[in-house]
């Protein structure tokens, strides 16, 4: 998710871009303003900071995405109107689950890992859920649920999930891991919701229990030797 | 895809919401709006044209989602000013192509199928560039993209993109097919790539020859005896 395109798409054109910054004279003739004669000064006043960038004559101004967005916003040419009701359009259907534009961005990603993560999230969400609900067919209770991502937590990341999101700087857990973390948690909770209707386990006590050795064997088969950092899994464990 | 939630996700806040349309008192409350006294003459006002809900205490006001986005963007209160913000930012990591963000777009999807589709829909692109790579290592020149194109459209849908488009009101051809479609178009595509390789086939005949063959096997094995409708896919075909 590090490699930055050469060109950005914005509605139906395509701006020249350089990791990640727009070149800004495209980018202010979009919303119908004229380059500034003197870019210095208008990015004093606008708060721009972007660095320059070499587009094949020398360096050249930029505009971050988020500049780009705040100017566009704040622009009344007819051009930014345009922009602006485009751009309030696409915040509508983000709220209503919009799996078109979910594609759409997926593919404005010009890293082909990009979508494998985006796979590997929707999985994991999938496998979290059948988790979930294997559980509470088998008499699991409320407490149970936090206890087995905790367990999940500490087996595959080494850590508990506050700390995990303080440290990736995330809101969201899930956002903060990598392709293979959310493979593994993935992998581990299904081998768990397979397990509990297999052995037709019941109650908090024994899904606890038939998670915490699947953690422990699943840590086993992709590190091998190397046991669980900062990890506590169970009393057993730590004796 | 049909399936609307009985609320709405707006940054940290979950609003009340019926068949897409936000619970209009909850809406506005988020933008620090009050609530007015005459909803008739409010909505008037603001062209506001979202059908009564009831969430429980009869019939109510509610807003849809482009009608909450644009009252969000014309309020001038801390809270509405806080929620533009939040909205810039969503559209900047929009278009720099941030999954994160489409898998919580994708979330934010209650139809358990629209998550479905949207692996159906990356998976195409992937089929498709694949093609493509294998079509121009063997030979494949200019022209003969589009072709093969025109031919699995005809074959899978019975009809060719700008017909299509029209038809379903969508400005990209993959977003308006179904998963189903979506499928047998990469199953095809996916086909043709490996005869292409397997076959050894060099240049445009060559490839488009095979490609019209396992176009009408594919058809076959997915209709049974059914004709492909309005394709005309090789003169072989049309006598």
């Not at 003739?29 to 500034?36: E, I, R, S, V, W």
């Not at 916003?73 to 359009?89: D, E, I, L, N, V």
Request: with cysteine; glycine share 8%.
């Amino acid at each position: 998710m590090k490699i930055t395109p050469q060109s950005i798409r914005i509605g139906t054109r395509s701006l020249p871009a350089q990791g990640g910054f727009l070149h800004a004279q495209s980018a202010l003739d979009l919303l119908g303003l004229p380059f500034p004669a003197d870019w210095e000064a208008f990015a004093r006043t606008h708060t721009l900071t972007a660095p320059t960038r070499d587009f094949g004559c020398g360096p050249e101004a930029t505009l971050s995405l988020p500049e780009f967005v705040r100017l566009g916003f704040a622009a009344q040419t007819p051009q930014a109107r345009r922009w602006q009701k485009s751009a309030h359009t696409l915040i509508a259907r983000m709220l209503a689950g919009d799996v078109r534009l979910s594609a759409q961005i997926a593919e404005a990603n010009p890293d082909p890992q990009a979508q494998r993560w985006l796979h590997a999230r929707l999985e994991n969400q999938n496998a979290r859920k059948a988790l979930m609900s294997t559980v509470a067919r088998h008499g699991g209770s409320e407490l149970v649920y936090g206890q087995l991502g905790s367990i999940s937590n500490r087996s595959v990341l080494g850590s508990d999930s506050a700390t995990l999101r303080r440290e990736r700087g995330v809101k969201s857990t899930r956002d903060g891991l990598n392709t293979e973390e959310l493979l593994r948690l993935s992998y581990l909770e299904s081998a768990t919701a397979r397990a509990i209707e297999e052995r037709g386990v019941h109650g908090n006590e024994a899904i606890l229990g038939v998670h915490r050795q699947l953690a422990e064997r699943e840590r086993q088969t992709w590190g091998g030797q190397r046991p669980a950092s900062r990890a506590e899994l169970s009393p057993s464990q730590a004796g």
